[in-house]
């Protein structure tokens, strides 16, 4: 097979992946000749410089870009500071790559540190998080000193004298101690569900968000009753990231071929990490009811199954109950692999996220925003993006998913309707302008400057 | 607005310039939230008004882009977590236009939610599919590049600002004014005598088109005022 070349990257196709045993074709539909072994990328591409704001006017237009420059008048001058625990992978870090740079592009003098601490901390802090999230856990007052201690570590260690001083996540919680009697405003950005958190963690957790001056949530119904005020932030993509951006349509259809998705039948896709949370299998057994009625082909996009052995898991899972069906087509994916996903939520007719459990779900945003009808599991924070049969359908069951599938692949015209309002709502709400937005509302607002 | 007779002033010149400005808006989550339509109702009653207003006026806003089957946070609520199609249909049916003040926009609310449960008292206490979460808006005006001194230059702004300033100048001018009207009606008014123009603008139904189209609407009706 020749190497592919991307929009922007001319790298060679290597790795082979080892999905799909295909051997039972159906003859009564024309197909392409799918190849057996469809291969990926193998090395990560170089990281792409952030945009500058001027380049988002063409996607949300000039008055918007403009606002954002008014807004950060009242605030030129003013500090920040950012605080996370990673430097990079994880959501978090990616949004400090592309909020940063675009806060010191508009004046407001914006600085990132991260948190330093040895594998005890990680170990407990990750313990915290899943804690946090629901997750069954015993407190011990060993794993309380090892927090309280490296948090004291990096108290010493980062200045904190900015205007504002932004915490992301429980990690770096306790760092309000070092909060000084000043006009300095402390804001937590909480990125994690705290719905429904173990009691004991956010006992000992709580005291020190009770210090500052505000919290952010990603969903109302992550938060908690607090003394301090809350503000709703909602998570956001990137229109000009490589998942995101406009593509050639050549680079489209290039992939399809590569991957064996035969473009002149409907395509329904799901991309997630093979994830149980995810309901893959779900998905397949709503394939097989849909397909009784309409002809079409599934492709489940993913990864984690590499160095996660329950992703593994799942994707054994998933090829069995997929068995020898040619028309369900997986691809465990590397995660560099940004691109090729565009370009497989572009060539699909309708994208599927049945989640079962889920944050926000932003790969639901990322569907919104290719204008494609979606179909969703009601859970976290998708009811917040799919408002049902207006920006997309919700459901509850591999049976209703099933339905929508039958149901969309046979209306087109109010699937694209759908696909229509999805993007205009992921425009006014989702993307990383009305981020930009947020934050230098909320510096306003902490600031008096209102 | 009144509809007294005044001396039109010279048409297209007006006496002061308008300026457009538009409005940013932060979501605060509240601690009301609603489980259930007894809970609803409690919460209407208790929320503040910026609740109100967020799940009215400026919900209108950000889902502007739908034509149909929204127009409030509370109707689509009761019709898809509750399934109770005919007071959603009772909610949707009122038009924020009508009210100059939020707490008679509570009001209403509270009493169609009433009368809803006094008809189906079944009802009151069922569980929800989904809880309803009342938000509220912090509002940040921001002055924008445009400003018009003739019509001309008031339709060229119109045609130049976001539909944000829109919904600032024709939807929520209300609240401010204390009026049934709006920023664009008042300045065509009386600033440039234009009864007829300014009649026209505020019998534009925000409810069945978008933002957008709205927008197009009032540049519409401005531009046959140049003529």
Known sequence: MEPVESQTRNETVAAEFTSESVETPVPSMPRVERRRKPRAWETPPAPVPPPHLDDYRKIVGEPEIDELRFLARELRGKTVKMVNSTAVGGGVAEMLNQMVPLLNEVEVKTHWDVITGGNDFFEVT???????QGSEYRLTPQAQDIFLMNNEQNRQRIQFSEDFI????????????????????WIWRCHIDLSNPNPEVWGFLRPQIDKYDAAIFSSQSFARQLPIPQYLFYPCIDPLSEKNKEIDENFVQQVCDEFGVDRSRPIVTQVSRFDRAKDPVGVIQAFKQARKYVDFQLVMAGGGATDDPEGAAVLREVREAAGDDRDIIILDLPPWCALEINALQRASTIIVQKSVKEGFGLTVTEALWKGKPTIAGAVGGIPNQIIHKLTGVLVHSVEGCAYQMRYLLTHPDFAKQLGENGRAHVKENFLMTTNVRRWLLLLRILSGTK | MTTAAVTPIRPHTPVKAFYFNTSAHLLRITRQKAASMFEFLEALRECPDGSIFQHTFRTLQEHHFIREGFSNDFAQWALSACNEPGLAEALATVDVREFTAVGDLRARFIEIVEEFLTRNPAAVNRPARETFYFCASDIVVIPTNQVAHTLQEF??????????????HFIEARLRLKLMSNDFSQWLYEDLGLTEAARQLNRIDIYTVTLDDVKNQIIRIVERALV
């Open chain 1, 126 to 132: 990750k313990a915290f998080h899943n804690a946090l």
């Open chain 1, 166 to 185: 932004v915490i992301h996540d429980p990690q770096p919680a306790p760092l309000v101690g070092a909060r000084k009697e000043s006009p300095q405003r």
């Open chain 2, 155 to 168: 339709a060229e702004g119109l045609r130049r600002v976001s539909v944000h300033s829109i919904q600032h």
